[in-house]
């Protein structure tokens, strides 16, 4: 019986390596399953090479093969009748296999055919430790391979015509299968960097506007967690159609890049900075009141400083939500208080731009 600790681990390994391949790990009674199929089908086989003449070696061989044979049976009725079986089991059956094929293949009257069949039957163990970075199964089909290729010396010496024939043979096969590896990891790595630039804005580097229904939920978390505000800030660069008719727009995409630097200075690696679109840029983050405050105006002094051979000044606001505030839709709530916060830096522009506008005093 295999211990919790080690069918967890085995369990976490196949898990991260199909989390990555996408890949769903089929359930323990598909497993027994197809296992049972197998070991049936491998005992057939045996049933078979046993009723052909002069397939299998007279005397000792003979007899350990039809053993073998009945073994495989044997293991096949094990496994259908456990119907459900543990990582760590099948782990084992595996090995258990391979070892009995590898048997199997010594019994043969051809030993060179029977060692190719041997390697060839390690090899899907040595893939699928590759595709689900389950390494353990590596070294296992290794040490298969390693075992099917002593068999020519039980017959005194080495064939160097079958060992040829069969490093072409695991060398065709596995070829493929090396190069069907590579373009899936490449294609993983492209799909994570689409995914990864469906969320960025590709002037700033910041997030964009679905960063903010991705991280809407965790935020909202976050504050509740802390008994914090739910807290959004707006900056929109003031006169910013001026800079781009005075210096051109690329001058403009520097000011921006150089605004989004700014702002991201004054935040926490936990905030969230998102371009809104065009030169609005808004701040995410779980704070107290007053912290909002501070950094809507430390956000307005870096960009002042960040910006100075163009002057830049931004206008600001800001919204936040506490308490009974944050209960329904993280979505929702967070998008109402861009929209909140948003009115007012139209406000703060009203009011003389280079300025940041709050929310009004509750009354006494």
């Known amino acids: 019986m295999s211990s ?4 967890a681990s085995l369990r976490q390994t196949f898990s991260r390596g199909l989390a990555r ?26 049933v078979i090479a046993l009723a052909l003449p002069d397939l299998v070696r007279p005397g000792i061989w003979r007899l350990l093969f039809t053993a073998n044979t009945i073994a495989l049976a044997l293991h096949a009725i094990i496994v259908l009748r456990r119907k459900r079986v543990t990582l760590l089991a099948a782990l084992v059956s595996i090995l258990v ?18 060692r190719v069949v041997a390697e060839l039957f390690a090899l899907p163990s040595l893939y699928v430790g590759l595709y689900v970075a389950a390494w353990m199964m590596i070294p296992q089909a290794v040490a298969v391979t390693a075992g099917a290729f002593t068999i020519m010396t039980l017959g005194g010496k080495w064939d160097a015509m079958a060992l040829a024939g069969t490093v072409t043979i695991l060398v065709s096969v596995f070829t493929p299968a090396v190069a ?32 903010i229904a991705e991280q809407a939920p965790e935020m909202r978390a976050r504050a509740r967690a802390g008994e914090l505000a739910l807290g959004v800030v707006v900056a929109d660069v003031d006169h910013f159609k001026r800079i781009n008719d005075a210096y051109g727009h690329a001058v403009g995409d520097d000011v921006l890049r150089l605004v989004a630097d700014a702002v991201r200075s004054c935040v926490r690696e936990q905030d969230v900075v998102v371009r809104l679109g065009g030169e609005e840029i808004a701040v995410l983050t779980a704070a107290v009141p007053d912290d909002l405050s501070a950094l809507a105006e430390q956000i307005r002094q870096a960009v002042v400083l960040g910006t100075a051979p163009w002057s830049v000044t931004v206008s600001l606001g800001v919204a936040w939500v506490d308490g009974a ?27 003389g731009r280079n300025q940041v506008m709050l929310p009004a005093p509750l009354s006494p």
């Not at 323990?28 to 005992?43: E, H, K, N």
């Not at 296999?97 to 029977?114: F, H, K, N, P, Q």
């Not at 790595?189 to 990864?196: E, G, I, T």
């Open 325 to 351: 505030g944050l209960e329904g839709d993280p979505l929702q709530i967070t998008w109402a208080l861009v929209d909140e916060a948003d009115d007012r830096m139209y406000a703060a522009k009203r009011a």
């Open 21 to 46: 391949s996408r890949v769903r790990l089929p359930s323990r009674s598909d497993a027994s399953l197809v296992g049972a199929w197998f070991l049936l089908a491998s005992a057939l086989l045996g």
């Open 4 to 7: 919790p600790a080690a069918e």
């Open 180 to 211: 069907a590896l590579v373009l899936r990891q490449r294609l993983v790595a492209a799909l994570r960097q689409a995914k990864a630039l469906a969320v960025i804005d590709p002037l700033t580097g910041l997030a964009n506007r679905r960063g």
């Open 97 to 114: 296999v391979d070892a009995e094929i590898v048997l199997s293949a010594a019994c043969m009257t051809d030993r060179s055919g029977g």
